[in-house]
């Protein structure tokens, strides 16, 4: 499933992202790929760098609380 980076984001950049998958299949493990945007775009404080892309947590079959 492809993702777009919302435009609106915390005041730190961070958001949160859910993603669902409807899906038959069973398995032990689940593989997640992802990359970043690329280089920096000319509005950033270093353009034309690498970007970086950090994760915290990826949870699968979360308990929702809601």
Do not use: Q, S
């Not at 069973?26 to 892309?53: D, E, F, S």
Request: hydrophobic content about 45%.
């Amino acid at each position: 499933t492809a993702h777009v980076v919302p435009a609106e984001r915390g005041a730190d950049g961070c958001f949160i992202c859910k993603l669902t998958v409807v899906t038959a299949a069973t398995g032990r493990y689940v593989k997640v790929v992802c990359k970043n945007n690329g280089l920096l775009p000319a509005w950033h404080n270093a353009p034309g760098v690498l970007g970086h892309l950090m994760l915290d947590e990826i949870l699968v079959n979360p308990v929702d609380d809601a």
